[in-house]
Structure formats: C-alpha cells, structure tokens
C-alpha cells in the first residue's frame, strides 16, 4: 500500500547462476505474508472509513472530506469533494487496488508527513493548501489511528484553519511525469507512454505490454492505471484493457455483434478486445 518494503532476503551463489525456480518459489513462500498483508489493509481502510463517516457527519454541506491511507491514495470522498473532482471513489474503497492514486506525489508526501508527527504528537493536526481538487484548497490534516499504528490521514477543507502549517512541496517535474514506472523480476523499468502497446489486467494487477514484453506496472488496479496513461493517448477499450491509440495497426470485428478488436503489431495476429460500449469512442478517436 505504501510501495514500502517490509523485509529484505538475500539469497547467494557460489559459482552458479540463480535459476529462475527461486523466483516462482519465492512467490509461493510469500503469498501467506501477502495475505495477511493484505486482511490488514482491508481492516485499516475500514477503520478510517469510520472515521471518515464521523468527520463527514459533523462537515458542511461546503466542507470537502478525503480519507487517504499511509501510502496517499484516496480510501473515500464526500459528496462535495467529488463535486470539484469526478475521479474521486464514489463509495469506499476497501481493496487497495480499487483505491485512487492521485499522478502527483502531494498526497503521498502528505500521508508520511502526518505518520510522523502522529508518531511523536497524537493531537497534531496540519494545514496546507492542494490543488488535489479542480480549485486550490485549504485543508486540515488530520492523522488517523488505530491498534496498527498510523493509518491514513483525513483532509477537511476549511477557511479558518487550526493547525501547523505544512510545507507542500511544488509539482515534480515534467520530465518526471511522463514516465511510467514498471516492474520486472525485482528491478524497476522505467518507461516512456509511446513504448507501452497497451496494458491488459490480471485481477489487481496490470500488465504492460512494450515492444520489449510484458512489464506488471507498478500501480495496482486498471482504473488506476488508466488515470496515469489516459494523459498520454490511451483508451479504455474493455474492462480489462487500456490502448494506446497511436500504436493501433489494425481494426476488425469482434467475435459479438457490435464488438471490435484492434490489434498494435505491424506483424502476426494479436487481438485486443473492444467492448460494445467502447466502439463509438474508438471509432471517433480513429476517425472510422
């Protein structure tokens, strides 16, 4: 959830190459911890959708509410926050892969922050000002704990803040941002949107699909992925794949009535589903 390791192991040779098994094997000795991982994710994010309920119920009709959990992504949203911004989860979302995860580190930057002075001050409360909503806002920090420890943190708009100031660190730069970050057997791939054909979802994870192979992006969940491509020329085609529209070479029909499939490769047979109710973007993005 918060892209933060808990463990390291270190695994050595002597005058033998890693065979690729330790890595299947590793991921079959992780899985109970991922598990357990995960059960307490779901329990956390519970536990600060009840205190997102509470501070909702004592909010304005005017006061946006955001939950964000430890590794800055949106857990939940009141009616008024989703009023200034549409991609905010409509209901709570429990799973971390259905969380939303804002292109702007702001949030994440936030949520550490307010973990560390929860840490050492339990009362501490912090003011800012975002433009994580379509107009710049002022908020209060509030941390959120429970038996775990730091949990999320709650952002409640307000023109009369109570609280310390917190420094928001400017946008990274451009450059920076139009890099999609990838992983491939423990190292990170760094990569620019025109490399990714299109990306297909596994469950919560994604797969990008590059000239090179198959890369799992670092973001869970498609909805996810598709708010960091969708900048950059991809489309949502099918609820499980993202394409990106300036790499399609061929168009044909689909195995249903009113379906497509589309395909990126200049040569072989490749076949990308569009669903029904995606043809007529597609078909006005392609000019067809």
Known sequence: MTDQPVAVLNI??????????????????????RSLLLERAVRDGADLVKAFLEAER????????????????????????????DRLPAIPALEPGERWRAASPRL??????????????????GTGRLDLLSIETTFEFRPVTSDNGFIGVLLVSTDSPQ????????????????RIVGICENRLIILTPNEIRYAEADRHAVWLVT?????????????NVERELAPFGFLRVHRGYLVNVQR???????????TLTVSTQHHG??????????VPRLRTVLSI
């Open 12 to 33: 050595s040779f002597w005058r033998q190459d890693p065979s690729r098994a330790i890595s299947s094997g590793l991921e079959r000795a992780v899985a109970p911890l």
């Open 248 to 258: 399609i070479r061929e168009v044909d029909q689909g195995f249903c009535k009113g």
């Open 163 to 178: 609280g310390e100031p917190v420094h928001v660190p400017a946008e990274v730069m451009e450059g920076a941002r139009n």
């Open 269 to 278: 047979r490749e076949v990308i589903p569009v669903a029904r109710r995606h």
């Open 108 to 125: 994440r930057e936030i949520a550490a922050e307010a973990g560390l002075r929860a840490t050492k001050e339990p009362s501490w409360i």
């Open 211 to 223: 000239d090179r192979g198959r890369v799992r992006a670092a973001s869970r969940g498609i909805d």
């Open 58 to 85: 004592k909010a304005t009709a005017d006061d946006a509410v955001v939950a964000v959990d430890a590794g800055g992504n949106v857990v939940a949203a009141n009616h008024r926050a989703r009023t200034l911004e």
